[in-house]
């Protein structure tokens, strides 16, 4: 075992050779934040008392859900025979709407920590970041994580890792993060095996943003890895992708507490603070250089974050109005792919259009909303871009249901994904009936191994955002993973479906669906909205229709009863609590002309399965 | 059994803040008397309300020593806030089971107030009475005592009905009580429970019917509400027995009142009837009305002037208090201004003289939207609204407390 380095190099002044740059790819769930922790400890970069779980998981919403959102770069000191090395651990978004964020920081490293979960095996999602991180030639050390569960069985799903990346199953390092097993023998082969960073020191300077997290002290904190050249305080750099210069106010290294320095040098990692206020400035992917003496071409792999999935947002309150804009403002300076524009509901009043990379990403943009803003919203169905074709020839682009045209429509395009689903091959049938169940059309099926199977299919976006993800793991008994990636457009047959609570439209639940489903949808939603809509003093007729045929009906009885017959012993305090207590839920509902409608509704209306409302994703 | 709402702090002095004196004059003063005995405990009640087992060696006449030592401590605390000398204007004996006490038992409490305050003549002076544990003495003894009216706990008049309600008195003898009660003068009220597991409608027709054949003057009809804590509300999370269908208790309420107004009773508080108005029962409305009372017993609640606070519950925690010199309050509630208007809005809607609109446009100045919605939806009675106040329809009846949400905005 290596001792804790005893002295610490000194950023800005660092060889290249003695540096190694790493991230670690793994499932959530699977304990990437709970190793990241124990190399700190063991490293001794944060001290064994103010040791917090999950150090690096800095949001509330993370720890909570244990899952990583923004990536985070630390520097640490480890000793081999001897020498000491600076590690960069740099922590990725475990999540697929966060692919490219993952892209930008597997480009950022030499190697990879592939962690996999001693007792599950690896997950769809782990193997296509292992496949970017392949793609980016990186060093892949594969280790098993967890040994110290009772279930785990390194032997089997070492030999499936080595299947998978080559090599002896024996070359499967065994640590469990919670205890510290073996941490200290991986951090030796991280500096054995990774190879160190090589750029040129003289060029002019190039380093690649792969995090901007914004500080509402500091303003942008943007995380960089150097490849070419250096920086240091004090410097006007420039942004390659917009040309904006700014002054580099501070630079520095984590570790993890953030440590200004002289500089960074070729091959290191740290965070620049130029004042900038605002994340879109410093968009990850882009390439920072120096401003006097720039650098002619520009890093490869940025673009710019295209949303996938649309919801409109709307205070509950219509007076809020104003107080969600300054939030979404606000939210937008720390998240660049958060997309967003002024819309109109007749049902919901004044809101905004916001664009998602998924549906995590919806859900934590909501959550943040109304944790940090103290908000309560609504968010309507999550939707697709269509592109719409009419006769006429016009073409006109939806992103809201209620704006897909009435009149001739000649095609509709509409997104396609090419999703991954990994599950034993027990659930082969299942996944397949799933599937087709949302138009999708198989690519291949492969085994992984004995009793894994690999599953491809083409789906329309439109079926998976909602709640495929939450269907493929109940109907699997939560065994399937799954990843997807962009596959362009196709052409669907596909109609509006709205929605009218007594004779009136309610814009926030139109849908689009294929032409065949409709029906079966509109009966769906009328009835779970008929379960889901409270009774009111009056009768509610609930519709669906398509333009103006009518394809199925529900109602909703008035409610009859809704007294308390006294208040025994003139304890009056206790009704009036009781009522105020009424009062507060009445304020979660939301006016639709007259009928009261639970924010839930909204979303839960279109949810397949009626028990799991809200049932969080990204699991 | 029921917990009391939680409050500030309540003075051991039992003295009321400064604006309880306030308009005290335009008040009535009336008296409750908690009488905390039962002989078995019923399986829907959450009242508070203990059988010999349960009372930790209180006795029923070490009971009577401390209402009499409260009766002594009220009058005190009251001069003391500065607050007017006024009679009662009422005296009501609730449960519990005051006919567990013998009527001259009852009929000193009565005396005692009267010496201590007065009561207003010709004043309602009220007991609840199981029928079981009372005949013709003793209405005699209570009568004579300066008792007028009996509010006599039948809750049904079928025999299954009353048996999963836990009540043990045998329907005939509630005929006889009645008959009893009116041969001695007094007015006569039975109290009836609609929608109890198993109850049909045909159950509670014949219910109705009956309590209206006993020639009483007042009825009050509550639908049962299933309390946490009781042993039904145990059976129905256990899935034995099936909760009450707020639809089949709307049918039910639906059909009591039809049936009472046939009778010639006219309603004046959502769950109560009476023959006129000489026979409402004013206690019960000084409550709606926001009048002022002292609540009396463990676990009694009282209001003076806008603020209320409420006894310890258990009768021995109550005597405790009481040795001590000090109130036996747990808790009170100096309400605001605010709230007062919410509670005047939630109690006044519930009668037949209605709820002025000003009182609600003082705390919600958005009413009107609703209030025409109300009339559209026939909820409310248009030419009422029209001329200023907002009084149920049987449907509104029903909604009551809905409205009251949409009232407060």
Not at chain 1, 50 to 62: K, N, T, V, W
Not at chain 1, 305 to 333: F, H, T
């Amino acid at each position: 075992m290596s001792p804790r380095a005893k002295t610490r190099l000194e950023p800005a002044k660092t060889n290249p050779d003695l540096i190694r740059n790493f991230c670690i790819i793994a499932h959530i769930d699977h304990g990437k934040s709970t190793l990241a922790d124990r190399m700190l400890q063991l490293t001794g970069v944060v001290d064994d008392r103010s040791m917090r779980a999950q150090y690096l998981d800095r949001m509330d919403i993370e720890r909570e859900r244990g899952i990583t959102i923004k990536s985070q770069a630390v520097r640490m000191p480890w000793e081999v025979a001897g020498q000491t090395y600076a590690l960069n651990m740099i922590d990725t978004p475990g999540h697929v709407d966060f692919t490219y964020e993952v892209s930008r920081s597997l480009a950022a490293c030499e190697g990879a920590v592939l962690l996999v979960d001693a007792a599950q095996g690896i997950e769809a999602q782990t193997l296509a970041n292992l496949y970017l991180a392949m793609e980016n030639d990186l060093e892949i050390i594969p280790v098993l994580n967890k040994i110290d569960l009772p279930a785990a069985q390194p032997e089997k799903y070492a030999e499936e890792l080595a299947n998978l990346i080559g090599g002896n199953p024996e070359d499967c390092l065994r640590v469990s993060g919670k205890t510290g097993v073996g941490v200290d023998a991986l951090l030796d082969k991280i500096v054995a095996t990774i190879p160190n960073p090589v750029g040129d020191p003289n060029a002019p300077a190039r380093a690649m943003i792969f995090d901007s997290v914004y500080d509402s002290y500091r303003g942008v904190v943007t995380y960089v890895r150097m490849i070419d050249g250096s920086l240091a305080p004090r410097e006007r750099i420039q942004m390659m992708s917009t040309k904006a210069v700014h002054e580099l106010l501070e630079i520095g290294v984590s570790s993890p507490e953030p440590e200004p320095t002289k500089g960074l040098g070729v091959g290191e990692v740290g965070y620049l603070i130029t004042g900038v206020k605002d994340v879109r400035q410093s968009k990850v992917g882009d390439t920072v250089t120096n401003a006097q003496k720039p650098a002619t071409d520009a890093l490869k792999g940025y673009k710019d974050p295209l949303p996938m999935v649309y919801s409109g947002i709307y205070p509950i309150d219509g007076s809020d109005y104003p107080n969600l804009r300054e939030a979404l403002d606000k939210l937008k300076l720390s998240d660049a792919a958060l997309a967003y524009e002024p819309e109109t509901s007749v049902a919901l009043g004044f809101g905004f259009r916001c664009g998602f990379l998924g549906l995590l990403h919806l859900e934590i943009v909501t959550e943040r909303l109304e944790r940090e803003f103290g908000l309560d919203l609504i968010a309507t169905a999550p939707s697709v871009v269509y592109e719409v074709t009419m006769d006429d020839g016009k073409e006109i682009t939806v992103t809201n249901p209620s704006e897909f045209p009435t009149g001739k429509v000649k095609t509709v395009l509409e997104p396609i994904v090419k999703a991954t689903i990994l599950a034993p091959k027990d659930y082969v049938g299942v996944i397949m009936e799933l599937c087709q169940g949302r138009r999708g059309v198989m690519i291949d099926m492969q085994y992984l191994g004995e009793d894994r199977v690999q599953l491809r299919y083409t789906l329309p976006l439109a079926e998976i955002v909602f709640d495929f993800f939450d269907q493929l793991k109940s109907k699997t008994q939560g065994y399937a993973s799954l990843d997807y990636e962009e596959a362009g457009l196709a052409q669907g047959d596909l109609v509006k479906v709205d929605l009218l609570l007594q004779g009136e439209q309610v814009d926030a639940f139109s849908a689009i669906v294929h032409k065949d489903k409709a029906y079966a949808y509109g009966v769906m939603i009328t009835g779970k909205l008929r379960e889901l809509i409270p009774r009111q003093q009056f009768e509610v007729p609930i519709q669906a229709a398509i333009g103006s045929r009518i394809i199925a009906r529900e109602s909703i009885r008035a409610m009859r009863k809704d007294v308390l017959a006294k208040c025994y012993g003139g304890d009056i305090s206790r009704k009036r609590k009781l009522l105020e207590k009424q009062k507060e839920g009445k304020k979660r509902m939301k006016m639709v002309g007259r009928v009261e409608v639970p924010q839930e509704a909204f979303i839960a209306a279109l949810s397949t399965d009626g028990e799991k409302k809200g049932e969080k994703k990204g699991k | 059994m029921a917990s009391l709402p939680s409050g500030d702090p309540a003075p051991l002095d039992g003295l009321l803040p400064a604006n309880a004196v306030v308009d005290s004059d335009a008040r009535t003063f009336h008296a409750y008397l908690h009488i905390p005995f039962c002989r078995v405990r019923c399986g829907y009640c959450d009242f508070n309300t203990y059988t010999a087992s349960e009372l930790r060696g209180v006795t029923q006449n070490s009971f009577l020593d401390n209402l009499s030592n409260e009766i002594s401590f009220s009058r005190a605390a009251i001069e003391n806030s500065g607050l007017p000398e006024r009679e009662f204007s009422s005296v009501f004996f609730g449960g519990g089971t005051p006919t567990q006490l013998e009527a001259k038992q009852l009929a000193a409490v009565l005396q005692q107030l009267k010496e201590e305050f007065g009561v207003i003549a010709g004043a309602e002076v009220t007991t609840e009475a199981n029928p079981d544990n009372v005949d013709e003495d003793y209405f005699e003894n209570l009568s004579a005592a300066g008792f007028n009216r009996v509010s006599i706990g039948m809750q049904s008049a079928v025999p299954e009905v009353l048996a999963k309600l836990d009540r043990t008195h045998n329907p005939e003898n509630v005929e006889k009580a009645v008959r009893a009660a009116k041969n001695n003068g007094l007015q006569t009220s039975v109290d009836l429970i609609y929608g109890t597991p198993g109850e049909s409608i045909a159950d509670w027709k014949f219910s109705v019917q009956t309590a209206l054949s006993l020639g009483v003057d007042h009825i009050s009809a509550y639908s049962l509400i299933v309390e946490p804590g009781t042993k039904l509300a145990q059976q129905i999370k256990n899935g034995k027995v099936a909760e009450p269908d707020e639809d089949e208790q709307a049918e039910k309420y639906e059909l009591a009142d039809e049936l009472f107004q046939e009778a010639g009773f006219n309603w004046y508080e959502v769950s109560n009837w009476s023959t006129g108005e000489s026979t409402r029962s004013a206690h019960n409305l000084a409550y709606w009305r926001s009048n002022d009372w002292w609540g009396y017993g463990p676990g009694a609640h009282s209001h003076i002037g806008g603020t209320r606070w409420w006894n310890v519950k258990h009768p021995a925690s109550y005597a405790e208090k009481l040795a001590a010199g000090n109130s036996p309050a747990l808790a009170r509630e100096v309400l605001s201004e605010q709230t007062r208007l919410t509670e005047r809005i939630l109690l006044e809607i519930r009668i037949a003289d209605g709820l002025a609109i000003e009182v609600v446009k003082r705390l919600n100045p958005d009413a009107a939207k609703f209030i025409s919605g109300f009339i559209a939806d026939g909820l409310i009675d248009a030419k009422s609204a029209i001329s200023g106040r907002i009084l149920l329809t049987q449907r509104g009846r029903l909604l009551a407390d809905s409205l009251v949400r949409d009232l407060l905005g």
